[in-house]
Each structure stands twice: as C-alpha cells, then as structure tokens.
C-alpha cells in the first residue's frame, strides 16, 4: 500500500536553530516527491519537486533532499515566518499521496 | 492574477441534503483534483481528472461524485452528505499529473449535522 510518514508531528525551534524534516515513502513506482508548505486557513503552497535519489533543491533557508526511500527538508536558521505546517507528497500513476504533515513553530 | 477558486468557503448542511461544491482554475490546466483534510490523517485525494469528460477515484472516492464537462471547472457533489464528511476541502489544479506543482484553492469548510 502507498504511504507517506512524517516526522515530527510538531517541532519547536527557537529562531536560528537548525533543524530537519522527514518524510519517508512507500510507493510502487515513485513519480516524484513534493514539498508544501501550508499556513493556518489556507491551501497548501508549493516549495520543492524532487524526481531522483541524490536530488537536491534549495530555496532560502530550505533545502530538499531525496534518498530511496525519504526525503528531508532541512532549516537553516529559521526565523519565525518559517512557521508553518510542512507537507510532503508522492506522486505514483496518476495518484498524490501526503503525509500528514509537521507543523514547525519558530519562536524570535 | 492565477488562481484556483472555490465556493463556499463555509457551508453548514443537514444530513441528506444534496450539495455542490465548485471549483474553477484559469491557468488552463489539464488536471485537477479534490482533497480531504482532516486532523491526523493529511490530505486525502477524493477524485482527479486528467482532462475534460476523464475522471478518477482517489483514495477516498466513497460518497462523492464529480463531473469535467468544462477544462476550468471541476465540481465536487455530495448527493447524500453524511457526518462523516464533514472536513476541510481543498481543489486543486496542475498543468498534468506528475512532474507539475499543483495549485490549491483556499479550501472549503463544510460540516454536516
């Protein structure tokens, strides 16, 4: 069965603490992995699409990355904007699957 | 200005009492789709559709019918809404179905009595 896990649910950092995001896969034939970011009241919005084990992309503080079997969105020196809940999908013949999020809260 | 559209953003219904739920996109994209959100459990794909009159189940299709007779709109119905559809809605569109961000509108609170 297709699954998405993320981890931590929750995660508090204090501004400028580093820290990183899982998200593992169990896909039949994976498509791509997506990263979103979701704020309080709003659709999800899109960060980062990963094809390949190895891949990485940066976007400011954000950076993606994708292994065989999970990716990781590490913060680097995050700022209390950065606060948000963090999803992650995969895309398998046609289908999306997200995970259920990590909702990280940056306090100044 | 692109963007994904939905209507309501709130509804409040009984048990029974057919519903629609619209959704329309003008980025001319070719896939859409419905989600779920519901605490614990993520987003949850309901229905996509690959293009006009070419629909799919989701993970989650019971309950829920849908319809693309048009590129731009992709309408979500509830013929017999049951409480435990009540949820956080979101539409979704993309220019296809694998490589491509999708863009989500800002979602529909529906809870039914």
């Known amino acids: 069965e297709d699954q998405v896990t993320q981890s931590p649910e929750a995660l508090r950092l204090q501004e400028g603490e580093s820290s990183s995001l899982n998200c593992s896969y169990t896909?039949?034939?994976?498509?791509?992995l997506f990263w979103y970011r979701q704020d309080p009241g709003k659709g999800p919005e899109f960060l980062f699409t990963?094809?390949?084990a190895g891949e990485e992309k940066e976007k400011e503080r954000l950076k993606a990355t994708l292994t065989k079997k999970e990716s990781f969105l590490h913060i680097t020196a995050p700022k209390p904007e950065d606060s948000a809940t963090y999803l992650c999908?995969?895309?398998?013949?046609?289908?999306?699957?997200f995970g259920s999020g990590t909702k990280l809260n940056v306090k100044p | 200005e692109a963007q994904v559209t939905q209507n309501p953003r709130y509804l409040i219904t009984v048990t029974g009492k057919k519903l629609t739920v619209t959704c329309s996109q003008n980025m001319n994209h070719e896939y859409m789709s419905w989600y779920r959100q519901d605490p614990g459990l993520g987003l949850r794909q309901i229905y996509y559709?690959?293009?006009?009159?070419?629909?799919d189940k989701g993970d989650v299709p019971e309950g829920y019918k849908v319809s693309r007779k048009e590129k731009r709109n992709f309408p979500l119905i509830l013929e017999s809404p049951s409480p435990n559809q009540t949820s956080l809605y979101f539409c979704?569109?993309?220019?296809?179905?694998?490589?491509?961000?999708?863009?989500f509108g800002p979602g529909t609170r529906l809870t039914v009595t």
């Open positions: 999908a995969v895309h398998n013949f046609n289908k999306f699957y």
């Open positions: 559709s690959m293009n006009v009159e070419v629909t």
């Open positions: 979704a569109s993309s220019l296809g179905p694998g490589f491509y961000e999708q863009y």
């Open positions: 896909v039949s034939g994976l498509r791509g």
């Open positions: 990963l094809y390949s």
